[in-house]
């Protein structure tokens, strides 16, 4: 049901990926952690083997926004590919489990190394930026509901779980919402069968329903990825 792909280390060839853990050390993602702050100087890059992060920005007095996901599929950190120390957004863990991380430098030095780790990163990168792209445009014009089918669709991929704790209020904060539009679109999931939803605990039921119930850049999102990834392998 859930995403299967492989996690990005895993698309290096053994003795490239043999290479880079070594300047590796096992991170455990807790979950609400801040692993970046906006303008701060990356001290470590972080490839997650289990669960995810968020991307979130935050513009003058508004609430937070999230901007992007990163999960095993990706890596938190890959601006360092273009020499850059700081970030725009903050990185927070919004589904706890574990990393590969890396200091700053020591992930410079290996990309510098390994051909095969810096095409990697290029096209992950680059995938984020497309990604990122179409995010904007999808917030600008589809509606609540199929946003949010997306957007759950998306956290179940990288969460590998049917259930997880969401409260409403949070997922109007990652959406840019008001509360009562995700309500009404929770609702109307719950009641076609889609979700069961209580207390804060979100179980997807039907996920190929909701695949029908998201907007469409939910499937360009994976072809995306799909399309940039497949020039990296050797």
Not at 25 to 31: A, G, K, N, R
Not at 34 to 59: C, I, K, N, W, Y
């Amino acid at each position: 049901m859930q995403c299967t792909d492989p996690t990005l280390l895993q698309q290096l060839p053994e003795p490239a990926r043999e290479q880079l853990l070594k300047q590796c050390e096992p991170f455990e993602l807790v979950l609400s952690a801040e692993l970046s702050t906006r303008g701060q100087p990356l001290a470590h890059a972080h490839f997650p083997t289990e669960g995810f992060l968020s991307l979130v920005v935050d513009v003058d007095s508004h609430p937070p926004l999230e901007v992007g996901m990163v999960g095993t599929e990706s890596m938190l950190g890959s601006e360092l590919l273009l020499g850059l120390a700081t970030t725009p957004w903050r990185a927070l863990v919004q589904g706890a489990g574990s990393s590969w991380r890396i200091g700053a430098q020591e992930l410079r030095g290996q990309i510098q190394a390994i051909p095969a780790l810096n095409a990697l990163l290029q096209a992950c990168l680059l995938a984020r930026l497309h990604q990122q792209a179409l995010a904007a445009a999808c917030q600008r014009y589809h509606l609540i509901a199929p946003r949010l089918a997306r957007w759950l669709l998306m956290s179940q991929d990288r969460s590998l779980s049917d259930s997880f704790h969401f409260t409403q209020e949070f997922m109007a904060l990652m959406l840019g919402v008001r509360r009562v539009g995700v309500t009404e679109a929770a609702g109307h999931f719950q009641d076609a069968g889609l979700i069961t939803y209580q207390r804060g605990e979100l179980t997807v039921v039907n996920r190929k329903a909701l695949e029908a119930e998201a907007c469409s850049c939910y499937a360009a999102d994976k072809i995306i990825y799909q399309r940039l990834m497949k020039y990296s392998s050797p």
